[in-house]
């Protein structure tokens, strides 16, 4: 069977840059696809394609060395991970009106596109939401089968995105989503019936640290994108919260209770990548709480995102703004406080009825801190909300495998 993949990161510098989150996604799925064609008996293809299109020299490099489809170190690396999925690079490519899919990717039997999870949306920017979604609807227009992954669906408040996102909805073949607010608003805006399931970076491995006797370490991921406003640097995503001053009162609160507080960044460019003046990088952030707070432990530099989850499980508590990262604690029994800068957050963690979530777009920041503050207290009660949420977790992760692998059958008629 041949499956295409859009919308998901497989390298550092790849797609999302350096966003673990994006990376957790990767690693999650393939975990899952393992899963179903092991229990088979079967082997998949894998064909993952990039967000970017390749230009017309790419496209004539390409004929010329007849490498349409090709393995690379990247892909060799996946395919040596999971025992029963081979991969494989697709592209597609764009000049002025003219694009075209791959031979590789046209051939799929169908394609499963997660748009990095958080990304079907005009929250980060018109452009972005356009790249993304043309992907989505060359595919369609191929004749194709789109699945929609498990991911945050909207909002989309410009008119002109909001049509073309519910042309894509209506043509897909099956749309998952990870929360209830999504799947109320796909139901809102289109005919499509979405399938309620969560997040599929629950499914990330790790292996878990032991705790330090008579140390309380607590995990404090700031976001560099938050730091400095979003990509526009104007309080894009409308935070009520003065995140900085947040950041510094909490580090000054932690540190004065005797907590070794660790900073963890969870999206950042490796030495070589992108310019420091990139706003969404955590290591801004944490090189600028470290100058103003030398007591603290900036945590090593992290390959995967399985390298950062077994280091989160090491802490006694943490506080993110990364949802992956909170994802990381929450799926490691981790007492965990994101900190929620979109619908993304709630809908995730209410689905899981667990309530400690900091509402950046909502509170004010004296309440943010003074129920950080709270909770940070109160980390046994939240330990025993996490006791309570791992059933719900388990139920949904199975109810999710069996969807997938429902859908697979469908396809393999």
Same mark, same amino acid.
Request: proline share 4%; with cysteine.
């Given at each position: 069977?041949?499956?295409?993949?859009?919308?998901?990161?497989?390298?550092?510098?790849?797609?999302?840059?350096?966003?673990?989150?994006?990376?957790?996604?990767?690693?999650?799925?393939?975990?899952?696809?393992?899963?179903?064609?092991?229990?088979?008996?079967?082997?998949?293809?894998?064909?993952?394609?990039?967000?970017?299109?390749?230009?017309?020299?790419?496209?004539?490099?390409?004929?010329?060395?007849?490498?349409?489809?090709?393995?690379?170190?990247?892909?060799?690396?996946?395919?040596?991970?999971?025992?029963?999925?081979?991969?494989?690079?697709?592209?597609?490519?764009?000049?002025?009106?003219?694009?075209?899919?791959?031979?590789?990717?046209?051939?799929?039997?169908?394609?499963?596109?997660?748009?990095?999870?958080? !990304?079907?949306?005009?929250?980060?920017?018109?452009?972005?939401?356009?790249?993304?979604?043309?992907?989505?609807?060359?595919?369609?227009?191929?004749?194709?089968?789109?699945?929609?992954?498990?991911?945050?669906?909207?909002?989309?408040?410009?008119?002109?995105?909001?049509?073309?996102?519910?042309?894509?909805?209506?043509?897909?073949?099956?749309?998952?989503?990870?929360?209830?607010?999504?799947?109320?608003?796909?139901?809102?805006?289109?005919?499509?019936?979405?399938?309620?399931?969560?997040?599929?970076?629950?499914?990330?491995?790790?292996?878990?640290?032991?705790?330090?006797?008579?140390?309380?370490?607590?995990?404090?991921?700031?976001?560099?994108?938050?730091?400095?406003?979003?990509?526009?640097?104007?309080?894009?995503?409308?935070?009520?919260?003065?995140?900085?001053?947040?950041?510094?009162?909490?580090?000054?609160?932690?540190?004065?209770?005797?907590?070794?507080?660790?900073?963890?960044?969870?999206?950042?460019?490796?030495?070589?990548?992108?310019?420091?003046?990139?706003?969404?990088?955590?290591?801004?952030?944490?090189?600028?709480?470290?100058?103003?707070?030398?007591?603290?432990?900036?945590?090593?530099?992290?390959?995967?995102?399985?390298?950062?989850?077994?280091?989160?499980?090491?802490?006694?508590?943490?506080?993110?703004?990364?949802?992956?990262?909170?994802?990381?604690?929450?799926?490691?029994?981790?007492?965990?406080?994101?900190?929620?800068?979109?619908?993304?957050?709630?809908?995730?963690?209410? !689905?899981?009825?667990?309530?400690?979530?900091?509402?950046?777009?909502?509170?004010?920041?004296?309440?943010?801190?003074?129920?950080?503050?709270?909770?940070?207290?109160?980390?046994?009660?939240?330990?025993?909300?996490?006791?309570?949420?791992?059933?719900?977790?388990?139920?949904?992760?199975?109810?999710?495998?069996?969807?997938?692998?429902?859908?697979?059958?469908?396809?393999?008629?």
């Amino acid at each position: 069977m041949k499956i295409g993949v859009l919308g998901l990161a497989l390298r550092r510098n790849g797609m999302c840059g350096g966003n673990l989150g994006c990376l957790a996604l990767g690693y999650s799925f393939f975990e899952i696809l393992n899963r179903i064609a092991i229990k088979n008996g079967q082997i998949f293809e894998i064909v993952c394609v990039g967000v970017n299109p390749i230009g017309i020299n790419g496209l004539l490099k390409c004929a010329i060395k007849k490498i349409v489809t090709y393995n690379d170190k990247q892909m060799s690396y996946y395919s040596s991970l999971y025992s029963n999925l081979s991969f494989f690079k697709g592209y597609y490519w764009e000049y002025g009106s003219r694009s075209r899919l791959s031979d590789d990717l046209l051939s799929c039997d169908f394609v499963i596109d997660f748009t990095a999870g958080d !990304s079907f949306t005009d929250l980060y920017g018109r452009e972005r939401f356009f790249q993304r979604t043309r992907l989505k609807e060359m595919v369609e227009e191929s004749g194709i089968p789109l699945i929609l992954g498990s991911q945050t669906i909207g909002p989309f408040k410009d008119e002109d995105v909001r049509e073309m996102a519910i042309r894509v909805l209506e043509k897909s073949k099956c749309v998952y989503v990870r929360d209830k607010e999504s799947m109320q608003y796909v139901e809102q805006i289109s005919s499509v019936k979405p399938i309620l399931t969560t997040d599929i970076a629950f499914f990330l491995p790790y292996e878990r640290r032991p705790k330090q006797p008579n140390v309380k370490k607590i995990g404090f991921n700031p976001s560099g994108l938050l730091w400095w406003g979003g990509y526009t640097k104007d309080n894009q995503f409308e935070l009520k919260v003065d995140y900085q001053m947040y950041c510094r009162v909490i580090l000054e609160y932690l540190l004065n209770s005797g907590y070794e507080v660790h900073l963890i960044m969870h999206a950042y460019f490796l030495q070589g990548q992108k310019s420091n003046s990139y706003p969404d990088n955590d290591r801004l952030a944490v090189e600028s709480l470290y100058k103003d707070f030398p007591t603290t432990i900036i945590a090593p530099s992290f390959q995967t995102p399985m390298e950062a989850k077994s280091y989160i499980s090491g802490m006694d508590l943490f506080i993110g703004a990364r949802m992956h990262a909170t994802i990381a604690a929450l799926s490691a029994s981790i007492p965990v406080i994101p900190f929620s800068y979109s619908r993304k957050f709630e809908g995730l963690f209410s !689905s899981l009825e667990y309530p400690y979530v900091v509402e950046g777009t909502k509170w004010e920041t004296k309440k943010a801190i003074d129920m950080t503050k709270n909770w940070v207290l109160d980390s046994a009660e939240m330990k025993n909300c996490i006791s309570k949420c791992e059933k719900t977790i388990e139920d949904k992760n199975n109810f999710l495998l069996s969807e997938f692998n429902h859908t697979i059958e469908n396809f393999s008629h």
